[in-house]
């Protein structure tokens, strides 16, 4: 998954999402020599499980804040 500059999605923070999550994913701007360094995850697919990618797709939503007006 590639992000493009203006994506939304902060792959640093879903990648400590996805490891806290026990999904292990590698931020691609360490394995790109571009300058400056495309923005996205490196995700390994050959063990994947159902309950994997389910873990892995809540990663892309921010974590909730507690609403404090309660």
Same mark, same amino acid.
């Given at each position: 998954?590639?992000? $493009? +500059?203006?994506? &939304?999605? *902060?792959?640093?923070?879903? $990648?400590?999402r &996805?490891? !806290?999550?026990?999904?292990?994913? =590698?931020?691609?701007?360490? @394995? @790109?020599? !571009? *300058?400056?360094?495309? /923005? $996205?995850?490196v995700?390994?697919?050959?063990?994947?499980?159902? *309950? $994997?990618?389910?873990?892995?797709?809540? @990663?892309? /939503?921010?974590? =909730?804040? +507690? *609403?404090? /007006?309660?």
């Amino acid at each position: 998954m590639a992000a $493009g +500059p203006d994506a &939304a999605v *902060d792959p640093a923070a879903v $990648g400590r999402r &996805a490891r !806290a999550a026990g999904v292990t994913v =590698e931020d691609l701007a360490s @394995c @790109c020599a !571009a *300058d400056p360094p495309r /923005r $996205g995850l490196v995700l390994g697919y050959g063990a994947v499980t159902t *309950d $994997g990618m389910r873990r892995l797709a809540s @990663c892309f /939503r921010p974590p =909730e804040v +507690p *609403d404090s /007006r309660a």
